[in-house]
Nanobody
Framework: VQLVESGGGLVQPAGSLRLSCEFS????????IGWFRQAPGKEREGIAC????????YIADVLRGRATISSDNSKHTVYLQLNSLRPEDTAVYYC???????????????????WGKGTLVTVSS
């Protein structure tokens, strides 16, 4: 499985970004795809998850109301739309795949099976 993130960059406070995660190398439907982030000096935290099982996507409380996760099945790509960004959202954002689904929807980084290399989001004026 390969995961490639894109879309990070420098954005001003209150701005928006859309991150993309392209999945390849296995059946897209067999994995839940999640977004995690890690700020300097902090642990990696789960922020969103989605799967093609008909269930609802997951957004962590810290981003609820400011983020949306979606999937384009034809492109095997998961998107994370981030709005109303704050300086404390500055972090490296990673996508990851989970064959069991449990870790992804629980925001548990240690249980994820595959990881991308990450994309840096910097929120600053």
């Amino acid at each position: 499985v390969q995961l490639v993130e894109s879309g990070g960059g420098l954005v001003q406070p209150a701005g928006s970004l859309r991150l993309s995660c392209e999945f390849s190398g296995a059946s897209y439907d067999d994995y839940a795809i999640g977004w995690f982030r890690q700020a300097p000096g902090k642990e990696r935290e789960g922020i969103a998850c989605i799967a093609n099982d008909g269930g609802s996507p997951y957004i962590a409380d810290v981003l609820r109301g400011r983020a949306t996760i979606s999937s384009d099945n034809s492109k095997h790509t998961v998107y994370l739309q981030l709005n109303s960004l704050r300086p404390e959202d500055t972090a490296v954002y990673y996508c990851a795949a989970d064959a069991a689904f449990v870790s992804c929807f629980g925001g548990n980084a240690r249980g994820m099976d595959y990881w991308g290399k990450g994309t840096l989001v910097t929120v600053s004026s």
